[in-house]
Protein backbone atom coordinates (compact mmCIF):
# COMPACT_ATOMS: atom_id res chain seq x y z
CA UNK A 1 0.00 0.00 0.00
CA UNK A 2 1.27 3.65 -1.27
CA UNK A 3 0.98 6.70 1.35
CA UNK A 4 0.85 9.62 -0.32
CA UNK A 5 1.82 13.16 1.74
CA UNK A 6 2.02 16.80 0.90
CA UNK A 7 5.29 18.53 1.82
CA UNK A 8 6.42 22.19 0.69
CA UNK A 9 9.73 21.87 -0.81
CA UNK A 10 11.33 25.53 -1.58
CA UNK A 11 8.19 27.46 -1.45
CA UNK A 12 6.82 25.03 -3.83
CA UNK A 13 3.63 22.09 -2.78
CA UNK A 14 4.14 18.93 -4.30
CA UNK A 15 3.59 15.37 -2.66
CA UNK A 16 5.20 11.72 -2.65
CA UNK A 17 4.18 8.42 -2.41
CA UNK A 18 5.74 5.84 -0.51
CA UNK A 19 5.66 2.44 0.71
CA UNK A 20 5.15 2.87 4.82
CA UNK A 21 8.27 1.15 5.69
CA UNK A 22 9.97 3.66 2.75
CA UNK A 23 8.18 6.89 4.93
CA UNK A 24 9.29 5.44 8.14
CA UNK A 25 13.23 5.74 7.43
CA UNK A 26 12.68 9.16 6.12
CA UNK A 27 10.85 10.00 9.33
CA UNK A 28 13.65 8.40 11.00
CA UNK A 29 16.38 10.44 8.74
CA UNK A 30 15.10 13.45 9.67
CA UNK A 31 14.60 12.78 13.44
CA UNK A 32 18.08 11.70 13.54
CA UNK A 33 19.69 14.57 11.50
CA UNK A 34 17.63 16.97 14.01
CA UNK A 35 15.71 18.42 10.91
CA UNK A 36 12.02 18.76 9.87
CA UNK A 37 10.79 15.96 7.10
CA UNK A 38 10.36 18.66 4.66
CA UNK A 39 14.36 20.07 5.59
CA UNK A 40 15.55 16.63 4.50
CA UNK A 41 13.39 16.09 1.32
CA UNK A 42 14.46 19.58 0.27
CA UNK A 43 18.37 18.39 0.80
CA UNK A 44 17.51 15.07 -1.07
CA UNK A 45 15.85 16.96 -3.96
CA UNK A 46 18.79 19.52 -4.70
CA UNK A 47 21.22 17.09 -4.57
CA UNK A 48 19.82 14.96 -6.91
CA UNK A 49 21.19 14.83 -10.57
CA UNK A 50 18.77 15.61 -13.71
CA UNK A 51 17.70 12.85 -15.70
CA UNK A 52 18.68 12.92 -18.98
CA UNK A 53 16.51 10.78 -20.60
Known amino acids: MLV ?9 AT ?3 LEPV ?3 A ?5 VADGK ?3 ALV ?3 DEARTT ?3
Do not use: Q
Open 26 to 30: LKAAA
Open 36 to 38: PLA
Open 51 to 53: NLS
Open 15 to 17: SLT
Open 22 to 24: FWD
Open 4 to 12: KHSLTIAGH
Open 42 to 44: AEI
